[in-house]
C-alpha cells in the first residue's frame, strides 16, 4: 500500500480513475510522468493500469480479468516481502513451486507464466536508479522463484519491499520502488525490441541467487525461472519442460550455477537436462 500510494500521490506520475473495477476496485490508468531516462517514452503505445485487490497476492488464483476492461500482456506485483534476517532490500523474482509445500500459494510442483526480459528488466531498474544517501544499507537482490501464484495466465513478477515493518512504511523506500516499476516497463520494451538478450533458466544456488544476480547485471542474459540447489533432487522432466514452455521467450540455456549445486545435484540434474534439445552451460561460461 506504501507503494501504491506514491504511485497515486507522486510529483512524478499522473494515475486517473478510469471507468472500469478490477477485484470491485477502481483501476488507475497512467496518464503522464516526468521523463529522466531515456527509456522512458510516451504513452501512446504502452498502456500502464494500477489495480488493487484484497487477497493477497501470493494466493491471486484469478485475475477476473472477464470483468474488467483491460488484457494486460504481463504482470507486475507490487509487494512486501518479509525475511527473518530483516536485511533491508529491494528485490525481484518470478514465481512458482518446486516441491509438494505451497503453504505460500500456487500449486505443488508448478510455476508460473514468467518474461526472462521482464525479471532482467525489473533487476536492471533496480540496480540503476539512483538510491539517496541514507538507502544506501539496501540491498538489490533476484530471488530464486519461489510461492504464488503459478495458475495466472498472464508472465509476471514480484518487486518488492523489504525485509520488515520498518522498512515497509518508509515513504521514500516506496517511492523509490514505484519509480523502478515504471522504469522496469520501459527497460522491458527496450529489450524486446532490441532481441540482444540470450534467455536462460537456471539451476543451482542459494535463495538469493548471486551468481546469477552478477551474470545477469554484466551479461547480455536474462533468466526467467531459477530452482536453487535445495530442490535440484527433486526435479522431473515434467517440470523443466514448463520452465521451457511457460518462459514466453525462446530458451537459448541451461544455466548451472556450477559452484552453487554439489556432484550428488549434478549427477540427477545434467541427465534431465540432457534429455532437452537445449546447450547446457555453467554461470562463469558467459
Given amino acids: 500500500m506504501n507503494i501504491r500510494n ?24 497512467l496518464t503522464s510522468f516526468s521523463a529522466k531516462d531515456k527509456e522512458q517514452t510516451n504513452l501512446e503505445e504502452t498502456e500502464v493500469y494500477l489495480g488493487l485487490t484484497k487477497e493477497p497476492l501470493i494466493f491471486l488464483n484469478d485475475l477476473k480479468l472477464e470483468e474488467s476492461q483491460i ?29 509438494a509445500n505451497a503453504d505460500f500459494g500456487g500449486v505443488p510442483f508448478d510455476i508460473s507464466q514468467a518474461s526472462a526480459l521482464l525479471q532482467k528488466a525489473g533487476f536492471i531498474s533496480l ?5 539517496p544517501g541514507h538507502f544506501e544499507i539496501f540491498s538489490e537482490d533476484i530471488e530464486v522463484t519461489h510461492h504464488g501464484p503459478t495458475n495466472l495466465e ?3 513478477i514480484f518487486m518488492e519491499l523489504g525485509s520488515s515493518q520498518e522498512n515497509w512504511d518508509v515513504k521514500e523506500a516506496g517511492e523509490f520502488l514505484a519509480t523502478a516499476i515504471i522504469q522496469s516497463i520501459f527497460k522491458y520494451i527496450e529489450y524486446n525490441e532490441k532481441k540482444n538478450q540470450e534467455i536462460g533458466v537456471g539451476f543451482g544456488g542459494t535463495h538469493y541467487a548471486p551468481n546469477f544476480s552478477r551474470l545477469i547485471r554484466n551479461k547480455d542474459v536474462a533468466i526467467s525461472f531459477i530452482c536453487p540447489k535445495y530442490y535440484i533432487q527433486g526435479l ?29 545435484d549434478k549427477k540427477h540434474l ?16 558467459f
Fill in 6 to 29: 506514491q504511485f497515486l500521490n507522486s510529483n512524478y506520475y499522473n494515475f486517473k480513475a478510469s471507468n472500469f473495477l478490477w477485484h470491485e476496485n477502481p483501476v488507475f490508468k
Fill in 71 to 99: 488484457n494486460p500482456d504481463f504482470l507486475i506485483f507490487a509487494s512486501r516481502h518479509t525475511s527473518k534476517t530483516t536485511r533491508p532490500a529491494f528485490l525481484v523474482h518470478t514465481t512458482g513451486n518446486w516441491g
Fill in 127 to 131: 540496480i540503476r536508479k539512483e538510491k
Fill in 154 to 156: 498472464k508472465p509476471m
Fill in 236 to 264: 522431473t522432466a515434467d517440470i523443466i519442460n514448463k520452465m521451457i514452455n511457460n518462459t514466453i521467450e525462446n530458451v537459448d540455456y541451461f544455466i548451472i550455477d556450477w559452484k552453487g549445486t554439489n556432484s550428488e
Fill in 270 to 285: 545434467i541427465p534431465l537436462l540432457e534429455e532437452f534439445n537445449i546447450p547446457i552451460k555453467k554461470t562463469k561460461e
